[in-house]
């Protein structure tokens, strides 16, 4: 069982990686998530890689992605992940779940 | 997943990542050993990938054993119920657990007195009663 901060954490990759896997029109290789997440997040935010590929591998088994090899833009072998319908039940939740954390620490912060 | 795979994938990151370098303008050496720099521990994060394909796999065989001690300790208690009277004859009229056993019904109490006897002993009683109080 992890801490309280490990699976928020935890979470909050689960919800960045499904989120961009979900908004992309094609399988994407692992390089190409963190590359969009640090994109669209305006250099922000910046996956790790040593907490992505595990995190993959993990949703992979879980079900909520699927995966299979492919060939990259250069011509090479690289395993891609894809949204799978589990994974948008699940990217649904997330995101709720985020949105009520970000309401309460708004709460908080301002209290009325 | 094989270890292959798993090495093949997480050099693929690192082969981009050292090529956006090259052309962001570095040496390829520089390139790759600033790559291999942010992505870390390689060999760390292979035994992470490996512990969360164990772990589901675990999570698996754990699920299907459980199951099959489950329906092999099912089928041996109905098969054993099933074959108790043919092995052991006199095992048919021993009761068994989670069986509804027909009892017979409790004895019903036999006819009471009459109007008339319960009348008569209630007078005998008051009777003896009105003697004493005469007597006294």
Known sequence: MGTPKRDHLQGSLDLLVLRTLASSREPLHGYAITDHIHRLSKDALRVEEGSLYPALHRMDEAGWIRSEWGVSENNRRARYYAISAAGRRRLTRLEQEWADHIKAVKRVLRPA | MGD??????????????????????????????????????????????????????????????????????IWTYSSSLANAPVVFPGIADVPRPMQFVKRPPPPRPGPGPTWEEFVAKVNTFGDGKREKSRRR
């Open chain 2, 4 to 73: 292959d795979d798993l090495h093949t994938e997480v050099q693929f990151h690192i082969d981009m990542r050292t090529e956006r370098h090259v052309n962001a303008g570095m040496t390829p050496e520089d390139a790759e050993a600033l790559a291999r720099r942010q992505f870390g521990d390689v060999e760390a994060v292979m035994n992470a990938m490996r512990r969360a394909r164990l772990r589901s796999s675990r999570i698996a065989v754990i699920a299907l054993a459980s199951a099959s001690i489950i329906a092999a300790v």
